[in-house]
């Protein structure tokens, strides 16, 4: 059974750090792109980064670009976000997603969101 | 970055009823969208990729349709537990975006 499980949500003040990890099970996690997503309280989801399956290739929301920091670490099957600058906006549920590729008719590979983790929240607040 | 719209905010709908729930996209993302569902609570769920094809364990009575920049999500007869917010994502280009949401409750 694919679970993703993430930790490392709590309260912060504006201009703090915080370092969110999501663990994985049931699937080769070596094998997968992931991502970060993240839901505002009441508000719609928002992507904010991924990552590729080896770590080589990494894309940020202009959100977060600068501030945040994705990483992973396939020999422990976690998953990280690393959080500076935090701001008051940065207040979310913080859900880590399993990338599934799809193929399209000229071949070319895309990539959704197959399996979510149950989010862990973050709030920025003095 | 490509804006998702979808409509109705609200859908009122009756146990037993079709659902048509609408995803635009700004500019055309091919067959890359998918859908999700949400519940109070709980983690967003894969119902369909690639514009129409159901995910693993998704009822048949969901299905998606549209290419380009017109997208459908029909829920052909609902059920209790389909009451929900569904969200439409394009996985085309960089970012990857969402559409507000469209929140399905009981009339």
């Known amino acids: 059974e694919v679970q993703l499980v993430e930790s490392g949500g709590g309260l912060v003040k504006p201009g703090g750090s915080l370092r969110l990890s999501c663990a994985v099970s049931?699937?080769?996690?070596?094998?997968?792109?992931m991502n970060w997503v993240r839901q505002a309280p009441g508000k719609g989801l928002e992507w904010v980064s991924s990552i590729s399956n080896s770590g080589s290739y990494i894309y940020y929301a202009d959100s977060v670009k600068g501030r945040f920091t994705i990483s992973r670490d396939n020999a422990k099957n976690s998953l990280y976000l690393q959080m500076t600058s935090l701001r008051a906006e940065d207040t979310a549920v913080y859900y880590c997603?399993?990338?599934?590729?799809?193929?399209?008719?000229?071949?070319?590979?895309?990539?959704?969101?197959?399996?979510w983790g149950q989010g862990t929240l973050v709030t920025v607040s003095s | 970055e490509i804006v998702m719209t979808q409509s109705p905010a609200t859908l009122s709908v009756s146990p037993g009823e079709r659902a048509t729930l609408s995803c635009r996209a700004s500019?055309?993302?091919?067959?890359?969208l998918a859908w999700y569902q949400q519940k109070p609570g709980q983690a967003p769920r894969l119902l369909i990729y690639?514009?129409?094809t159901r995910a693993t364990g998704i009822p048949a009575r969901f299905s998606g349709s549209g290419s380009g920049t017109e997208f459908t999500l029909t829920i052909s007869s609902l059920q209790s537990e389909d009451f929900a917010v569904y969200y439409c994502?394009?996985?085309?280009?960089?970012?990857?975006?969402f559409g507000q949401g469209t929140k399905v409750e009981i009339k």
């Open positions: 997603a399993r990338s599934a590729p799809f193929v399209d008719y000229g071949g070319k590979t895309y990539y959704y969101f197959d399996y």
């Open positions: 994502q394009q996985y085309n280009n960089w970012p990857k975006t």
């Open positions: 049931g699937f080769t996690f070596s094998s997968y792109n």
């Open positions: 500019q055309s993302v091919s067959s890359n």
């Open positions: 690639g514009a129409s």
